[in-house]
C-alpha cells in the first residue's frame, strides 16, 4: 500500500513537472566529425515556470534512450572524471553577467547524460548547443526531473563542491564561448581540485522525472 501511494505521488510531481517546463529543441545544422560521429547544432530553449528549480536531462548521445527508472547507472571502475561540470558565461535579460554549469556524466552504455539545473519562474537559452549521434535520428528523449540523486543519498548539486545551478534567465552562445573545467584546480594549472568528492558513485537517479520525444527539425 505504501508503495502504491509512493508510486501514485511522484507521477502526479512528474505530470505537473512536464506541464510546467516548455523545452523547445531548434536544429539550425547538422556537422560531420570523425565518421560516423556528427553533431546535431540547435539552439535551446527552456521555460521553467515552476516555483522551484528544476533539472532538464538530454542522453549522452541523440540516439540513447532515457531509461524509465530515472536511474543512470555508472561505470564499476568509477573515477571522478566521469562526472564533470563545464562552467559557461553569459547574459542575462537585464544586460548583466551570469554563469551556469552544464553537468557531463559517463556512465555505462546508454546511461550517459547532460544536465542543466534551471532556477525557478526563469529561462534558459542555449544558441549553437551542440548534440552527438552516430546515427540519423530525427527525435531525441528529453527528461524533467524534480532532482537528480547520487546513489538516492544525495542531490547533485550538494554532492560536487561548486555551483551548478543557471542564473535566471540566460542566454549563452555555447559554440563561441570557452567553458571552464569545474573539477579542475587553477592553483595547479588543470590537475584536479582537491574537495572534489571521494564517494563512489554507483548511480544517479532522476527523481519524479518526465521524460518525452522532441524532434529534430530544422
Known sequence: MKKTIFCTFFCIISVYLFAQVDINVKLKDIRGGKPPLKFY???????????????????????????????????????????V?????????????GKMAEIHYLGKYNHSFHAFLVPRKSSLFLQNYSFESDREPDSMD???????????????????????????????????????????????????RSD???????????????????ALKK
Open 142 to 192: 528529453v527528461a524533467v526531473a524534480e532532482s537528480l540523486m547520487v546513489n538516492d543519498s544525495i542531490a547533485l548539486e550538494k554532492f560536487l563542491p561548486y555551483r551548478i545551478i543557471a542564473d535566471s534567465n540566460l542566454s549563452i552562445d555555447i559554440m563561441h564561448t570557452d567553458w571552464e573545467n569545474l573539477n579542475s584546480d587553477k592553483k595547479t594549472f588543470g590537475g584536479e
Open 41 to 83: 547544432i540547435s539552439d535551446v530553449t527552456i521555460k521553467n515556470t515552476l516555483d522551484k528549480p528544476c533539472w532538464i536531462v538530454f542522453p549522452g548521445y541523440v540516439e540513447d534512450t532515457i531509461m524509465k527508472s530515472g536511474i543512470f547507472e555508472a561505470e564499476k571502475s568509477w573515477k571522478i572524471g566521469y562526472l
Open 196 to 214: 572534489l568528492p571521494k564517494t563512489e558513485v554507483r548511480f544517479i537517479h532522476a527523481m519524479g522525472m518526465k521524460k518525452y520525444r522532441k
Open 85 to 97: 561540470g563545464k562552467g559557461y558565461s553569459g547574459k542575462t535579460k537585464n544586460g548583466k553577467y
